[in-house]
């Protein structure tokens, strides 16, 4: 996770939490005491009954806004906490990330007394409804393939999972990979672009030629003519899953 020392040094501008995305992930919280969020990054998505955040990059964790909840540096896999020590454990956006993910997933099981909320995506439906990996760099799209944890695998591990699809808003404020799938000059920002795990490791140089395709099919107007169909949604459904289990 040293990686986002590099990685995360933009998350405080590209990264901030989408309203309706929250309120989906706060709904699959249910009604929880206290929450625990492991892989907390700059505390997108926490809310007030937080009492604490686990994340393991300092970089990430001198992010975190005043005011919010306390936080420990520390990965998923050996969370230096007692067992059943919070009602709820969530884990956003994170699990493709640890380098040993059944260890991780048992130290969550641990520390929940209630229940466990993931929010990850299904890499299958990522790579064929999502324009920009599919038809302009499947460079990312390979190395998702490499790291993306099949949402039936991740359920089975929480010991069984309800799948509940988060859609992406065409205005969501937060940065993540498919963020703006309406608003497709994003991806050609290097600040943005730094801020999406995917796009950032996979390498400029192997972004740079289907980069210059999406520049000019914007120029050209091809790309609006192309893809004229998302430009009516509000919103779209391009494999982002909440997984949602209680122990």
């Known amino acids: 996770m040293a990686i986002y020392d590099t990685l995360g040094t933009t998350y405080g501008r590209t990264r901030q939490p ?25 505390g997108s998505y926490e809310p007030p009954q937080t009492v604490l955040a686990v994340e393991p990059s300092h970089v990430m964790l001198g ?21 059943n020590a919070a009602d709820t454990v969530m884990a956003l956006l994170t699990v493709h990330h640890w380098s040993d993910l059944e260890a991780g997933i048992a130290e969550l099981r641990r520390v929940a007394r209630r229940r466990v909320v993931v929010l990850t995506w299904d890499q299958q439906v990522f ?40 859609d992406v808003p065409h205005d969501c404020t937060d940065g993540f990979g498919a963020a703006f799938w309406r608003r ?20 400029e140089d192997a972004l740079a030629p289907g980069l210059a395709t999406l520049t000019e099919d914007l120029v050209t107007g091809r790309w609006h003519d192309r893809y004229a169909d998302l430009l009516a949604l509000d919103s779209i ?7 949602v289990a209680d122990v």
């Open 184 to 203: 497709p000059h994003a991806y050609l920002d290097p600040q943005v672009r730094a801020g999406i795990s995917m796009l950032a490791q996979t390498g």
């Open 237 to 243: 459904d391009v494999g982002y899953r909440l997984l």
């Open 18 to 42: 989408d309203p309706r995305v929250a309120a989906q992930i706060h709904a699959a919280l249910g009604a929880a005491a206290d929450v625990i969020n492991v892989g907390a990054g700059t």
């Open 63 to 83: 992010q975190r806004p005043p005011g919010a909840a306390p936080a420990v540096c520390a990965v998923a896999e050996r969370l230096p906490l007692r067992d």
């Open 127 to 166: 790579r064929e409804r999502f324009w920009l990996v599919r038809d302009y760099l499947p460079q990312a799209a390979a190395f998702d393939d490499t790291r993306a944890v099949p949402a039936d695998r991740l359920a089975a591990l929480l010991g069984g999972a309800r799948q509940v699809p988060v």
